[in-house]
């Protein structure tokens, strides 16, 4: 395969267990340059545990994962770099308390990719621009709503140049008004073409964004589809009961 051809992520035969509890089962998955693959499902089903297991914030049990159609080393200094090209936007913003959030934005770029301060600033605020917080760059981010931090916690992320983004649930900490800020923001990344894998309870988002909805339940893989299909003509039964039980709320 050429390297266009070559998925960006790609989990095979992925297990994982925590204790007697098999969280991961036989998950095989790809995701492919510029694609954007949302997963769905009841709480409980998985769906975190996969998204944290690609950059190894979680251990796998047995499987292989592979970034651009390399496996992920378990430890050390390949594994740090590897982790670089994978930018990760978590519930919790997470950025750095005592910095300013153009501090945070620059600090990554000038300490892992070792650019100059003037790149690294100028960069920071044309991505804090991007995501519509440039007006916030010298606050710290107790002064900021929860959709600025994330805003923000995206432009970090994005600093590193990643091959792909994960978000884990990013909208799920935040108040109902912010979380329209956070996905539409997300929206544009989709469609500037950057390669993402989301975990996320926004059912109409996932239908709008997608190429593909992976269903998990049960630590497995249920169902796979277009947003069109899935939405419209679920396969399994509890894809149907899934998706019956959130359009009642």
Not at 9 to 16: C, Q
Not at 139 to 157: D, E, F, H, T, Y
Not at 184 to 191: C, D, K, N, P
């Amino acid at each position: 395969m050429t390297e266009s051809n070559v998925p960006v992520i790609e989990l095979r035969h992925v297990d994982k267990h925590f204790g007697t509890l098999h969280v991961l089962k036989d998950i095989s998955l790809s995701v492919n340059r510029g694609e954007v693959v949302v997963i769905i499902g009841p709480s409980g089903s998985g769906k975190s545990t996969l998204c944290r297991t690609v950059n190894r914030l979680e251990t796998i049990d047995s499987g292989e994962i592979l970034i651009e159609g390399v496996p992920i080393p378990p430890e050390g200094k390949k594994l740090a770099a590897m982790r670089r090209q994978i930018g990760m936007v978590f519930q919790s913003f997470n950025l750095f308390a005592h910095m300013t959030i153009l501090e945070n934005v620059v600090a990554a770029p000038r300490s892992i990719l070792k650019q100059n301060k003037k790149d690294a600033r100028a960069e920071a605020l044309r991505l804090l621009e991007r995501v519509g917080v440039a007006d916030q760059k010298d606050k710290v981010p107790a002064q900021l709503s929860g959709g600025q931090q994330q805003r923000a916690a995206i432009a970090r992320a994005l600093a590193m140049h990643p091959k792909a983004m994960l978000f884990d649930e990013p909208t799920s900490a935040l108040d109902p008004e912010m979380i329209g800020e956070v996905l539409s923001v997300m929206t544009e990344l989709a469609g500037e073409g950057m390669t993402m894998l989301i975990v996320t309870h926004e059912m109409n988002f996932a239908r709008r964004v997608a190429d593909r909805v992976i269903f998990m339940d049960g630590g497995a893989i249920v169902e796979e589809n277009t947003p069109e299909e899935f939405f419209a003509h679920p396969q399994s039964q509890r894809a149907k009961d899934f998706l019956s039980s959130i359009s009642e709320h």
